[in-house]
């Protein structure tokens, strides 16, 4: 099982993934899930010091060289391994590439890269989950200051959208809205209030399912993603 997170920045991807990785080794039928960090500070140390409004300032050809070899090295990071999870996927990645080339670069790029990424998420991640900030439930979270990331809800808003919107380009073939967790034949339903949603994403190179979590509940989430991972 190949398993990745993607959201804004701060919405708690990279402890869900360690809190899967976690879970997994309790599970005797499953084999353990390995975390791996795909960060761009870790892929590329030398961007470790540099805050995420520093990085997005930068000319748009060092901008562009730098997001196809994060595309290089985590595919490089991923290909070779069969159960991992990580707090990073490819979508993340096209994104923030929509959202620093779309003025600067001809359309043909920006689908190649858009095409690129949707090729490497199918050929590396079975399950996608995508912590979703959105104008329903931006104002009930707080984003935490690391002294790196971009702390307005506004502008990781923005990223989420984009996010989506990448899925969209991407043609997911299966969607369906997740209102209420069922807990089974003894339990009442649990009810949703910001909702979940589940997607296919297909292409020639393989087949991703995508969970997006609009629910900000961490109890709530990590019940969700039980199911999705674990439960058909």
Not at 63 to 92: G, I, P, T
């Amino acid at each position: 099982m190949r398993i990745m997170f993607a959201g804004p920045s701060g919405l708690g991807k990279t402890t869900l993934a360690k809190w899967l990785e976690s879970e997994s080794n309790d599970l005797n039928d499953w084999e353990p899930l390995k975390f791996i960090s795909g960060s761009v500070s870790d892929l590329i140390p030398e961007t470790k010091d540099i805050s995420h409004e520093e990085m997005m300032s930068r000319d748009t050809k060092t901008l562009l060289m730098e997001d196809y070899k994060v595309a290089n090295l985590r595919n490089k990071l991923f290909c070779n391994q069969d159960y991992f999870v990580s707090d990073r996927s490819f979508l993340d990645l096209a994104a923030y590439f929509m959202l620093k080339q779309a003025p600067h670069i001809p359309s043909c790029e920006m689908e190649h890269f858009l095409e690129l990424n949707k090729m490497l998420l199918n050929k590396n991640c079975d399950k996608l989950i995508l912590l979703n900030l959105t104008p329903s439930n931006y104002r009930d979270w707080i984003t935490e200051d690391n002294n790196k990331r971009i702390t307005s809800n506004y502008f990781q808003m923005l990223i989420s959208g984009i996010m989506n919107l990448v899925l969209q380009i991407w043609g997911p073939e299966y969607g369906r809205n997740i209102e209420t967790i069922k807990r089974g034949k003894f339990r009442s339903d649990q009810y949703l209030v910001y909702g979940a949603k589940r997607l296919d994403i297909k292409s020639p190179y393989g087949f991703t399912q995508v969970l997006v979590i609009n629910e900000l509940n961490l109890d709530i989430r990590k019940e969700l993603i039980e199911k999705f991972i674990w439960y058909k």
